[in-house]
């Protein structure tokens, strides 16, 4: 059985076109195991309190949904303003997703965790989140991450490598987004759509854009404290969406998990709903589809 399903997988993967058109998926690292499992696993229920913003933990100047899943700020002037997720995390590998689209984000959007006393509100336009030595944030439209109210550099830092299959393809991808007119490093555009990824026992947060997990950026957090997901904006109507998608403890996967990744991957994006065509039992059969 395990040979005609390599066969049966090997014979369509020519075929299979790429997962993701996007830039940012050549500047992506390798992936754990348990981090793979976990971005094609289904998502907790949305119920989950994990997926909410803190009523209590939020500036003034942002309005909460009654779901919790949603905060919109305030059309105020000279304010920076931040919210914090209302439960937090002190071990595990866990991934949060944060909806904000790029039309509303303005300057200093800032993504990231904050330990329990990061502050929510200051004057002015500035980084919150990464502003003070209680938070770590990266900023979309800068590309900067922030930590102790000091920008770290950019992220992701390896701009120059390229995955691409030919140098033609390289050169026109670091024309297009390294150098701008007067040789500064031009911004990575971000979508609306960034997964946080925080290891709370390596003491590590990076993020997943685009399906590509673009590293560390920020690694010897602490541990042992409940850490949270936050957001700082200075743009008024603003709305920044969190759901948290999954976790797992630091136990290796289970092999079945394994196996089903593997699967799914040689399947490729663009044929996971043909499950049904494998050559496997359908009780494996039924597995995959639980799964996707």
Known sequence: ?????????????????????????SLAVPTSSRLMVILSSP???????RSHWSSAHRSPHLLLSACKHEVTRSPVERSSDAVRAEKGV?????????????????????????????????????VLVGGDSQSWGWELKTNQFWYNGQSLGLYPRERRRCHTETQEDCRSFTSHILKDTEGAETPLPIPERVLLVL???????????????????????????ELFPAVSSVRGGASIRLRYLNGATRDPPALMALCGLSIRQSLGQQR?????????PPFLQRYLLSTQ
């Open 1 to 25: 059985m395990g040979l005609s399903l390599s066969v049966w997988l090997y014979s369509r993967t020519a075929d299979s076109p790429p997962s993701s058109s996007s830039a940012l998926c």
């Open 199 to 225: 290891d709370a026992d390596a003491g590590t947060l990076g993020f997943v854009v685009d399906g590509s997990f673009l590293g560390v950026a920020f690694k010897d957090l602490p541990r042992g404290v």
């Open 90 to 126: 002190k071990s595990g590998l866990h991934v949060w997703e944060v909806v904000w689209s790029p039309g509303h984000r303005g300057s200093h959007a800032v993504v990231g965790i904050s330990r329990q006393n990061c502050p929510l509100q200051a004057s002015g336009y500035k």
């Open 43 to 49: 998502p907790v229920a949305l119920g989950d309190s």
């Open 272 to 280: 996971q709903n043909q499950t049904d065509k494998l050559p496997l």
